[in-house]
């Protein structure tokens, strides 16, 4: 069990890559809390042994009702996050603001709640491990068609980095995952909404010099691994797990 006893939090683990995560971390012996704004989506995960509580991450009351109500994690994945659509001109406002609420403030506020049960547990075991969400959209690639998205993945790095700097000496190490283009609830959205969708999803393959798209069971190893003490050595590191994208 690489994960036992570990308590880790997930955020934005209803579907997609937070849920399997959430069911991988659990059938590798992690405490796990799944969160996630649309509390429907966790049923069934409770089946596993694991918690789960909504969580609109850009509710920053909740985080914190929540965070007083944890044990020290072991584990914080800061999963949550949404795409928008748009060039700098094509962007409205309200995506761009609305990107950054989820994309990265929302990964502030909830790092800073838990930070101190996570330097507890560092300090306890010599090692706790944050993991963020970003994307190779961002600063690893400009991708077209993802201003804000781009944007507030590119900070999810430096946050990341900010973090691993400040406390390397303390046991707590923060990585990011980069993912390139994974089969998700709404990446099978975005193709659905495509004026040409069979297109669409025919150009997503097209980035991906490894020539299909990624399914979460590609991303779960990493994210395992990141979040254990396999990755004791390892802190500030943007992993691109990308199909060759960024050969
Ligand atoms: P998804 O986009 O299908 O599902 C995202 C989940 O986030 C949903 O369950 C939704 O309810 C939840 N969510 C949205 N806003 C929230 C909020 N404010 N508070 C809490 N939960 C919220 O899943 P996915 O595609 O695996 O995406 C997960 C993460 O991976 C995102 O950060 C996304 O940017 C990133 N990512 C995805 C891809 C991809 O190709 N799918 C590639 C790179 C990075």
């Given at each position: ?80 996050g ?17 990107s950054f609420?989820v994309n990265i ?47 507030s993945k590119?900070?999810v ?91």
């Amino acid at each position: 069990m690489r994960l036992k006893d570990k308590a880790i939090l997930i955020t934005a683990a209803g579907q997609g890559m937070g849920r399997a995560s959430a069911l991988a971390c659990a059938a590798e012996g992690a405490n796990v809390w799944a969160t996630d704004r649309d509390g429907a989506l966790l049923d069934g995960l409770a089946d596993h042994g694991i918690r789960t509580q909504a969580l609109d991450v850009t509710d920053h009351d909740a985080i914190a009702a929540l965070a007083s109500e944890l044990p020290p994690l072991d584990g914080l994945f800061n999963c949550a996050g949404i795409v928008v659509n748009g060039s700098l001109e094509t962007c409205t406002v309200e995506d761009w603001d609305l990107s950054f609420a989820v994309n990265i403030n929302a990964m502030f506020h909830m790092t800073r709640a838990v930070m101190p049960g996570l330097l507890e547990r560092a300090g306890e075991t010599g090692t706790a491990a944050i993991l963020n969400m970003a994307s190779v959209a961002g600063s690893v690639r400009g991708l077209p068609n993802r201003c804000a998205y781009g944007a507030s993945k590119a900070a999810v790095i430096g946050l990341t980095k900010s973090i691993a700097a400040d406390y390397v000496g303390s046991g707590l190490r923060a990585n990011c995952l980069c993912p390139g283009t994974v089969d998700t609830p709404s990446l099978r959205g975005r193709i659905a909404s495509a004026a040409d969708p069979v297109q669409a999803e025919k150009d997503f393959i097209a980035r991906q010099p490894m020539g299909r798209i990624a399914t979460v069971d590609d991303m779960t190893p990493v994210v395992i691994y990141l979040l254990s003490d396999e990755s004791r050595f390892v802190s500030g590191q943007a992993v691109s797990v990308d199909g060759g994208m960024t050969i």
